[in-house]
């Protein structure tokens, strides 16, 4: 009895490794194209993020461009301003809305992320700032 129940476990035993077998063989296998596929997506995320990191130098060459743009245009017209006040042909009731517009951008421009931005805002709105209190006297 204790030699056909020996045998009998031997037999399950048997057939059970050999399943276990082919389960790790399936395992191997699904695990194979896991890793495949782990791969593939981390090629393509890593082309992503240079991708994305391409266009967001690009954003911040165009913000850069942008905002240079901006002070260049309210500097300008600052500038016909202070000449219109030194020739003494100036109406302060038109430039107090004009003014009133460029402070607002130019607060903007403050909080620029590009220093050299930043700082050449101060100096326009600083020089802003001293007309109209030239005006205002």
Known sequence: MYKSLFFFLLLCMACQRSN???LTQMEMFKDLNEIKN???LSNLLETAEEELDQQE???????????NSLLTLIERRLGVVEKSVDMLT???RDFSEIFL???EVL???LQSPFEEVSKKSQSILDRM???????SK
């Open 129 to 135: 700032l001293r007309l109209i209190t030239q005006l």
């Open 57 to 67: 130098k690009k954003i911040s060459s165009i913000k850069r461009s942008l905002h």
């Open 38 to 40: 782990i791969n593939y």
């Open 101 to 103: 517009k460029e402070r």
């Open 107 to 109: 607060t903007e421009l």
């Open 20 to 22: 276990h077998l082919e």
């Open 90 to 92: 100036v109406d302060t």
